[in-house]
């Protein structure tokens, strides 16, 4: 398989739930933001905002606003991170809605996805581990960050030092059990 530089980050970005104190540097911040802010999206429609979480309290509140028995599983390590980001959609322009209706899809979530992702992985070469969090409780996270109408809590990146530098062996299903030519 040919090598590239995105592969291998995409081979090193992993889940990291545990984090040193150490602060991230105000331009690596920046230039993970400015990854998402780079992302594509449908029509262009640019549906996100991201609420970047700095405040030790509301990071601590954030790892304690989930549905019940998410603690138990496994989020409150969320409190550890030095950063999290909240990615939001919306409010969806008329042509988003339109074209979303037309062909029963919900365009924004591909596109916040992506974003996201993109944070990720300009984290994870930037020397920072990240996690997706998708489990939380939309109203009480909305409450918290005082978030505007129109706009819905899609998922949660944190962002921080990893506490162990390696990286994990992937689980993934092989190639030839999710890729047909046809
Ligand atoms: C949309 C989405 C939501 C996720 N939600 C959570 C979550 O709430 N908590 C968590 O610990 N991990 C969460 N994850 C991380 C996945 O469990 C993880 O990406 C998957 O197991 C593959 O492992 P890897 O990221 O280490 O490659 C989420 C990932 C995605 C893409």
Redesign the pocket.
Known sequence: MVESKILEIIRR???V?SYLERPIEEEKLLAILEAARLAPSASNSQPWHFYVVRDKDKIDALAGKMPLG?QLI??S?IAQAPVVVVATAGPLSFLTRIASFVVNKKWYYLDL?IALEHMALAACELGLGS??????DQEKVRRLLALPAGEEVI?FLTLGYPSDPAV?P??RKELKAVVKYV
């Open positions: 970005r992993h889940s739930r998410s496994a989020n390590f996805g996690c997706w969090i998708g489990w939380f998922a994990p992937k689980q």
